[in-house]
């Protein structure tokens, strides 16, 4: 079966705790990784969990805030010190190869290249796409340019039943049509239709990554009907105040913005150092939307693969 993980390899906002790294996620797509943020100490996770950093070909970076980009200078030298030769590509703002640039000048280039891909100014094209997922970025409102992404499955080929493929002689270039969705007519012109001859097809997976953003309703039609939403709480409800002036949300906007994008689960964290317990920022979020998780370094969520019904 096709995994569609997410692991959380850091949960605090700018000040790491003893139990939280800052921002740093790991999805899994049938035995692709990538990764989203690098805050401090990221290379430390991903061994702690278990993860080798050399798998990892792929970054995506929301916006140019320490508590999002510390981790890439140890990472990417790390990468090189186990011998890396395979490009690394970084996704994100385009000053994210200034820095990289300036943050070379110091301590010399990588032995493996490094390609830089930005979201264009129409951010409905995907970022990043091969045969089965597609990424596409999502502007988000902080004080600097900043980016959320939405990984979702390509449509799969529908699987066709096999008893019926003999039942009506159906020849191999008829299975391969029938697959791509269309019917299938008999040798004595009698039409079948794809729906009777396949399995229900599989629904796309998605996830979709939202930090640090102010409260942003015009983002429920972008994410409408997403499996996994993760969105940043930074701030409680009694907090808004400073959300806004820092631009950042609070619990009960996120589960506002899932409420109203109807997606099947939402994920907080980012959550601010000052609070010891999370779990005031979780059943906040319950209220308006009760399928809720403040995340916890090192967790994982699996997205099953379901077949969706055509009735
Ligand atoms: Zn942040």
């Known amino acids: 079966m096709v995994s569609f ?12 705790t003893s139990k939280r790294f800052p921002t740093a996620h790991l999805l899994k797509v049938d035995e692709r990784f990538f990764l989203i943020d690098c805050g401090e100490g990221v ?12 798998r990892i070909h792929h970054i995506f970076v929301s916006h140019l805030h320490g508590d999002h980009v510390y981790g890439l200078f140890g990472l990417l030298s790390t990468m090189g010190m186990m011998g890396r030769k395979v490009p690394l ?3 994100g703002p385009s000053r994210l190869k200034e820095m990289m640039a300036q943050h070379f000048s110091f301590f010399g280039s990588l032995p493996f290249p490094l390609d830089f891909h930005s979201p264009s100014s129409d951010t409905s094209i995907p970022i990043y796409e091969d045969e089965k997922v597609t990424v596409t970025p999502i502007p988000l409102k902080h004080r600097i340019l900043t980016y959320g992404y939405l990984f979702r499955e390509k449509k799969k080929e529908l699987n066709v039943r096999k008893d019926l493929v003999e039942n009506y002689g159906i020849g191999i270039a008829d299975v391969v049509r029938i697959k791509q969705g269309e019917d299938f007519i008999t040798s004595n012109g009698s039409l079948i239709p794809n729906r009777r001859l396949t399995l229900p097809p599989y629904h796309q997976r998605s996830y979709a990554y939202i930090s640090d953003t102010v409260f942003d309703p015009d983002l429920a039609g972008v994410l409408k009907n997403v499996d996994l939403l993760f969105h940043e709480a930074t701030f409680s409800n009694n907090d808004k105040k400073l959300a806004a ?4 949300s609070t619990s009960g906007q996120a589960a506002t913005l899932a409420k109203m ?3 099947k689960k939402l994920l907080i964290g980012h959550f601010s150092s000052r609070y010891k317990d999370h779990g005031v920022l979780e059943e906040e979020a319950r209220e308006v939307f009760p399928y809720t998780d403040g995340v916890n370094d090192g ?13």
């Open 5 to 16: 993980e997410l692991i959380i390899l850091g949960s605090s906002s700018t000040l790491p």
């Open 43 to 54: 290379q430390m996770q991903l061994r702690k969990f278990g993860f080798n950093p050399g």
């Open 89 to 91: 590509n970084l996704y």
């Open 245 to 248: 002036e820092t631009m950042h």
């Open 261 to 263: 994008a109807g997606i």
């Open 299 to 311: 967790e994982i969520y699996s997205v099953p693969l379901e077949r969706v019904s055509t009735e």
